[in-house]
Every structure is written in C-alpha cells, then in structure tokens.
Antibody, heavy 129, light 110 residues
C-alpha cells in the first residue's frame, strides 16, 4: 500500500525559505521509472504543478518558479524534499506530494506514465509577517 | 505555461450524464495521450479518476469515462450520483517535459 505524507512549517514569513518533506512508504525511489512530484493549491484555487524528481535524479520544475525551487531525494530515508526560496504571501497554499508509478517495457516498446496515482493529505503553508 | 481551460461549473440531476471539457494546445493536450483527471472533495486530496485520456484505475467506477479530440479532452460521468459532487481537474504532460493542470470545474448534483 502506497502512502505519502507532507511535513513542514505551517507558517513562514515573507522572504524566508520553505522546506517541505514528503515521507513515503509502499514504494522505493530506487525503482526504475518511479517519480515523486509536488503540486500546490492556493485556498479556493486550482492545482498547480511545481516540481518532480525521478528515480534516476532527473528533475523537472515549473518554468515560472524554477529559480526558486529545488527538489532532492533520499531513497534510504524514503523522503523527497522541496525547498522554495523567497516566499511571498501569494505562495500561501496547501502543498501536496504525489507518486508517479514506474513504467514498463515490452519487446517492442516502452511505456512511461505521466500521471499522479497516489497523493499525500497535503500541508497548508501560510506566508505572513 | 498557461493552465488548461475548464468550465468553472457544471451541474446535473441524479441519473443524468454530464461532460466536463478541458482545452489546451498542441503542446500539451493535443500533442500527447497523457491527459489525466482528478476528483477532489472539499478538504481532501485529489484522487486519480482517469489516466492516459481514457483509462480508469482499479476501483474507479465505470460511470467515469474519458476521451479526447484534437486539443480538447473530456470527462463524462454517467448515472450521476450525489457522491460525485466535487471539483474536477484535468492535467496534461507537456512538450516542455512538465505538467499543467486545468482551472478546475465544480460539479453540482442538483
């Protein structure tokens, strides 16, 4: 059974750096094709994809936030960490981490999933002075 | 990276069918069969309902179906039930090797 859980501060002040940890179980980030992503949702607004890291350290970032984001993984601890610098009140949101399942190969082709099948419960982060 | 376009709200009566559209571009929805749909009840995490345009994960009711034509994907819910009342989001992989979500659609079961 796959589970993910986000942890981190509930309140940060403007200009601070946010560090969020995603602790997971039921899968390994050493497994080929597996990925863990971060998605946020401001109160009353839509989901917004932020970043993703694959088992092979391949990192992807939302272009508009790339300069402020960093995603790292520690497979031995079953954790993925997201840092976001220079926090602003507009960054107030619930932050979710999520799982991308591994792909597979048949004799003729390989399949790579591009969807998030398991999500954490979310962590509300408020940015305010 | 603009959000995919969804109607803000749709509604239907129990037993009816509704369809939610999700419009993107040739760089995302139109370029790949990697559209997914998520259901979100208030205060809860999103739940995967459809992946790769039209595939249902195990455990998701067959009342949920997905399709795509050109740059527009659609989620259809048939036999509407009260428990289907929620927000629905589409998502697509993009040509920039990133993901984009839609603005969300609030489904009201009358």
């Amino acid at each position: 059974q796959i589970t993910l859980k986000e942890s981190g501060p509930t309140l940060v002040t403007p200009t601070q750096t946010l560090t969020l940890t995603c602790s997971f179980s039921g899968f390994s980030l050493n497994t080929g094709g597996v990925g863990v992503g971060w998605i946020r949702q401001p109160p009353g607004k839509a989901l917004e994809w932020l970043a993703l890291i694959y088992w092979n350290d391949d990192e992807r970032y939302r272009p508009s936030l790339k300069s402020r984001l960093a995603i790292t993984k520690d497979p031995s601890k079953n954790q993925v960490v997201l840092t976001m610098t220079n926090m602003d009140p507009v960054d107030t949101a619930t932050y979710y981490c999520s799982h991308i399942p591994p792909g597979f190969c048949s004799p003729s082709t390989c399949y790579t999933p591009y969807y998030f099948d398991y999500w954490g419960q979310g962590s509300l982060v408020t940015v305010s002075s | 990276q603009s959000a995919l376009t969804q109607p803000a709200s749709v509604s239907g009566s129990p037993g009816q069918s509704i369809t939610i559209s999700c419009t993107g571009t040739s760089s995302d929805v139109g370029g790949y069969n990697y559209v997914s749909w998520y259901q979100q009840h208030p205060g809860k995490a999103p739940k995967l309902m459809i992946y790769d345009v039209a595939n249902r994960p195990s455990g998701v009711s067959n009342r949920f179906s997905g399709s795509k034509s050109g740059n527009t994907a659609s989620l259809t819910i048939s036999g509407l039930q009260a428990e289907d009342e929620a927000d629905y989001y589409c998502s697509s992989y993009t040509s920039s090797d990133t993901w984009v979500f839609g603005g969300g659609t609030k489904l009201t079961v009358l």
